[in-house]
């Protein structure tokens, strides 16, 4: 969520402060702060869960079928 927020604040800067081009009936500053606003509160979440790019790695064990191994599986997530 964090990463997102980030992207939206670029291009909602992006929108509201480096494109000059008109659209009839749409106003792409507009459109930029809202992104920008949008983006703002998604990081604000995201820190406020602790999960601003964040990364998750899970260990299992379990013992075979005979009793005599221990079978390992790892998996790495990103948030």
Do not use: C, K, W
């Not at 494109?19 to 009839?24: H, P």
């Amino acid at each position: 969520m964090g990463a997102l927020g980030v992207l939206l604040l670029a291009v909602g800067a992006i929108l509201a402060f480096a494109v000059n081009y008109d659209l009839e009936g749409v106003d792409l500053s507009t459109i930029g702060v809202i992104l920008m606003v949008v983006g703002a509160i998604g990081v604000l979440a995201a820190l406020v869960q602790g999960r601003f790019m964040t990364f998750r790695t899970t260990t299992e064990r379990h013992m075979s079928p005979d009793g005599r191994h221990v079978v390992e599986s790892e998996s790495t997530e990103t948030i």
